[in-house]
């Protein structure tokens, strides 16, 4: 092991957990609603309010090689701009006129409720009019601003529902009325039907129901759901898609608490389309291109794609040619063993296939989850293509017209991360990679830049951190946030040679540490096999003594998708996964750590899990890492728990039954217990071809009826998770009752999947762990007060706005 220190409602079905050696001195207290209160500062949504520029986000003017910012200062924000060119900072307008002319607008100039210099009620803004105006909007208003007179009035542009996509040149909207397209005129109330063969379940531009939030959206949203569709830069032309599901099998949540007031008896049933592993039928997704002028609709020849899993139209999947009259759109077999960039014609709709590859395991066009595929189409008919056939993630180059391979462009042990910018004229590409910079956590991003053929490979972010990058349009300049879990945020302005213009702003942690944050501490260990390293991170407590013995908490996400262990300062602070801060103050040593069968190392590291996804994350790799912290000195590991949500909840029940003597506690929420009732994408990906044995093996009920539990489980779920059913809790909880094992449950009514957002569940996991595991007792009734403002349960939508 090394560290790196450079920078609802319960049924009680068990009984009491007895005392075991070391737990003496944390039972000699019970925690109070003042030690409550320190760790609900340090939650995600209160944390991130601590620091000042804690994410600086860099918006370029135009094609200019200037950009402008918010600056966070201790009395409020000012909004500046920075000319790469020159290397200057400059407030982007004068922030005290603006805020009288603005009062003044309002009728509000002269009293209390008077805009203030230091706190202009808009986050962003948009120099319009080559740079004479700005517009924003203050609460459901849109106001405009003149610069040169300081004269502002509302304005009112023409807005498009969240249900609607706009063209490029703002003069059209797409959207769909039963089940068919339309086309409104931006400006006017005129419309134009484009389809009338759109019916329930085989319809335009929708997403599918195994979107894992079909229920969630059709309550909270109703009708104003988004849809799916790409216009072209020249706004003449847009693609969406047909998708069918009639044939997926129908799944369902029953709602007990029914929306409105408490007292109505009648639950509500609700169904939708969600397929399984090995389903026969999944969702048949057909391109089509409409033309605007024409109102015609042309079919892309291309066979129907099966759809079984999250999305049927990734935007960052499909993209237009430069001149409009060619789509580009990967397409990916059920397996996801084989993946095709393929060209479509705008107009005559005929398809050919430009690159293609096939692999044993899933085929990926970025080892992110979620990220831009790593997919460029060069004007000189190359394309750039991300594979992990040589064992690691790079870059290749092929011939757009006869699909041959050119040559490779990048190669070693280290990942690429993301494509940043193509600079075809001169050769260049610059590109996010890991892993490359020994004696550094492989996790890090840095920028480099490489010539086509694989020559003068250059590294342009020399300091050692993890680095985000964004380009000016010219792409001469770039703007670079870096920083590490243990290292707060920097924000320059860089030259395309790497070399900085100028600094731009810092992170100001002093309120976050005032508060009881600790830096967490990287550490390495040996995963399971002794051979291959893993990485993690430490939180302390505020109060931490190295004299005294800590009760340890494994927070787990297994992957296979994405990893567990923050790598930015952000991500180490807001924790918004596991709210690993907040959890430390409350007397617990909480540990990270990302165990083989997770991404963005090697492919044979990301395939420990495949085919077995008991394994993702590497359970036997946490335990043996956290082993190895033991000579720290204070660590108690007579008192080691695990709580992870989702994929996390999954592993939380399986490192129980499969570690008894280890795990001594664990709160699992949410969890996908068994791959045979979740999404059939996540299974077909993951696990293999249905029906194997294996799918047997990774099932936690069936674990359940031949392992036995020692410690004590805490088993959560929301009643309306529209992403992994209920029905998964319930066979768990079926297998631990049919073999007479005690545990404990908790069901939130009208939560969907997202219960690590509820400050209800979040101050019943704070009890169950410090009753439990920490040995003290709770404060009675201790009320987090306030959750993640983005975080609604589906009481209604009456009562959600609340």
Known sequence: MRLVRKHGALFAL???????????????????????????QLLSWNAKKLVRNLDVEPHWI????????????????????IDAEKGTSEPAFDHARLALALSTAAGVAGTATAYNEKKLPFESFAFTRGGTTIEFNVEKDNWTCDLPTYTCAKSKPEAASGAEVVSPDKKWAIFVRDHNLFLRAMGTKQEFRLTADGKQYDEYAVLPDSNTSAVSSRILLGKDKPIAAVWSPDSKKVITYKLDQTKVREAYLLQSVAPGEIGAPRPVLHTYRYPFPGDKNVALLKYVIFD????????????????????????????????????????KDRANRTLKLNVADATAGAVRTMVQEHGATQIEPTPEFGSAPMVNVLDGSGVVWFSERDGWGHLYLYDGKTG??????????????????????NGWIYFSAAGREHGEDPYLRHLYRVRLDGSGLELLTKESADHRVTFSASGKYFFDAYSKADAPPVFVVRAADGHVVREVAKADVGDLLAKGFTMPVPFEAKAADGVTDVYGLIYKPANFEATKKYPVLDSIYPGPQHGRVPKTFEEACVDVYGQAP?????????????????????????????????????????????????????LDLTRVGMYGHSGGGYATVRAMLTYPDFYKVG??????????????????KYEGPPGDENYVEASNPALALKARLKGKLLIAWGDMDDNVPPALELQLVHSLIKTNQDFDTLVLPNRNHSLYHDPYFMRRLWDYLVRNLLGAEPPTGYEIKSGDPAYRT???KDEAKK
């Not at 737990?23 to 003042?34: H, I």
């Not at 999947?317 to 580009?328: A, E, F, N, R």
């Not at 790799?621 to 082993?627: E, G, L, N, R, S």
């Open 404 to 425: 041959k391979l050119k040559n490779q462009i990048t190669k070693g042990d280290w990942l690429v991360r993301g494509i940043e910018r193509v600079d075809e004229p």
């Open 794 to 796: 589906l009481d209604g």
């Open 292 to 331: 605007v002028a024409s109102k015609t609709k042309t079919a892309v020849n291309a066979p129907a794609q099966e759809i079984n899993g999250f999305t049927a139209f990734d935007f960052q999947w499909v993209w237009w040619s430069k001149d409009g009259k060619s789509v580009y759109f990967l397409a």
């Open 582 to 634: 907040a959890l430390a103050q409350l007397g617990f040593v909480v540990i990270t750590v990302d165990g083989r069968g997770t991404p963005l190392r090697s492919k044979a590291f990301h395939d420990y899990s495949y085919g077995k996804l008991g394994d993702a994350g590497g359970l036997e790799d946490h335990v043996t890492a956290i082993k190895s912290l033991e000579e720290l000195g204070y």
């Open 62 to 81: 135009a094609k200019s090689e200037r950009f402008w910012f918010s600056n966070e200062t201790a009395d409020g924000k000012e909004f500046l701009v």
């Open 667 to 684: 709160v699992s929420s949410s969890g996908e217990h068994d791959m045979r009732g979740y999404l059939a994408e996540w299974g077909e």
């Open 14 to 40: 068990a009984g009491v957990l007895c005392c075991t050696n070391g737990w003496t001195e944390a039972q000699e207290r019970a925690l109070t609603s003042e030690d409550y209160a320190r760790a609900e």
